[in-house]
Every structure is written in C-alpha cells, then in structure tokens.
C-alpha cells in the first residue's frame, strides 16, 4: 500500500468533510432525541457517507459523464440542500421527515450527504482514483484513506454526545441556531464555489 498516498487521502479528506465542524450540526438535529437513536445516527450518517463516496470512487467518472453533469453542478445542488436545512435550524422549524423514520432520514440528509459526502469530498476521490492509473498499491490506499476518514467521523459523532448533558435544552436550541448560520454560509459558498465554476467553463 502506498503509505504516502493514504496519508494524503485522510488529511484532505479531513480537511473537506471537517469531522469536528459537524458536530454542531449533528447535535442540533438529534441533541433532544433518545440516546439509542442518537448513537444510531452516529453510525449511520458515516455508513451513508461510507456508501455514497464509494459509489463515486468506483464509478464516478462514469456516472457523471453518462448523465452530463459536472462537479459545478453537484456544488450548487449541495449548496441549495444544505441552504434549505440551514433555514429550518435558523427558525427553529424541525427539519421535514417522514413520519416514523426521523432517525433514518436525519442521517440520510444532511448528515451522510450533503454534509459529509458532500461535492468536495467526492471530487477529490474522483481525482485521487484517476491519477492512480489503476495501480493496486494505490487503490488500496485510496480504500483505506476513504474508510479511515469515516471511522473518526464515527467517534467523533459518537461521543459528542456527551456534550448534551453539559449544554441541556437551552444549550441545543441555542447550538442549532449557530449550526444553521454556519450551514448557511458552507451552502452559500458551495453555490458561490458552483457559479464560479459554470463562469470558468464558459
């Protein structure tokens, strides 16, 4: 395995997906509901990020040429998802879900994607995987960078937990205010990051 390719795998990964900087996030969506479905979030929000980023490694390139749609394109559908979160927080309305899968769906959106698999986080795996000219070595540390990065996610929404019990109900209201203005300015900079892009590609 390539060892320098994998440590430059976690830390880019890291710096995009930005574990420590969705903890506010996470604890805004699911800090008032049962431990169990808060540690089952935990867990599901990186297996879906898990599941996305992997789809698009494999297959990525392919998939976004067959439908014609550019990483500019994805920027801005993730900009304008996580802007519609953002103002749900900022109001204090509950993010809409499905009767009975509240759980489920917070993990599915905006946890596991846009937040975490969001368009960052899946062009630079489309780029590592295409400079790595199929190379076992480097494939292996792609996978294992990608794995790593969503196994400290996992820990680090999994024991912010323990912030609940310091901050009370006041604290989550207040944390979930401050969560949609900072969702609010990465999904305004997601579609700023998207205009940008259209502009340069003529």
Not at 96 to 116: C, E, H, Q, Y
Not at 123 to 140: E, H, R
Not at 141 to 153: E, N, P, S
Not at 187 to 198: D, K, Y
């Amino acid at each position: 395995m390539d060892v320098t390719l994998y440590l430059t795998v976690v830390v880019t990964l890291f710096v995009i997906m930005d574990p420590p900087g969705a903890i506010p996030i996470f604890l805004s969506l699911v800090g008032r509901k049962s431990r169990e479905v808060r540690n089952r979030a935990a867990w599901q929000a990186p297996a879906v990020s898990l599941t996305v980023i992997s789809v698009f490694a494999i297959g990525g390139q392919a998939i976004l040429s067959y439908l014609h749609i550019g990483i500019p394109a994805l920027q801005g559908a993730g900009g304008l998802l996580l802007l519609l979160i953002a103002l749900e927080l900022l109001t204090g309305r509950e993010p809409t879900r499905s009767p009975g899968n509240d759980d489920v769906n917070v993990a599915l959106v905006p946890l596991g994607t846009p937040l975490m698999a969001g368009p960052g986080a899946i062009a630079a795996v489309i780029v590592y995987v295409s400079q790595s000219d199929g190379k076992a070595a480097s494939l292996l540390a792609i996978a294992a960078g990608i794995l790593t990065i969503h196994v400290v996610f996992f820990l680090v929404l999994r024991f912010s937990t323990v912030l609940i019990r310091l901050l009370g109900q006041g604290g989550i209201t207040l944390l979930a205010r401050i969560a949609g203005l900072l969702l609010a300015a990465i999904a305004v900079q997601l579609i700023a990051e998207s205009v940008r892009g259209f502009v340069a590609g003529g």
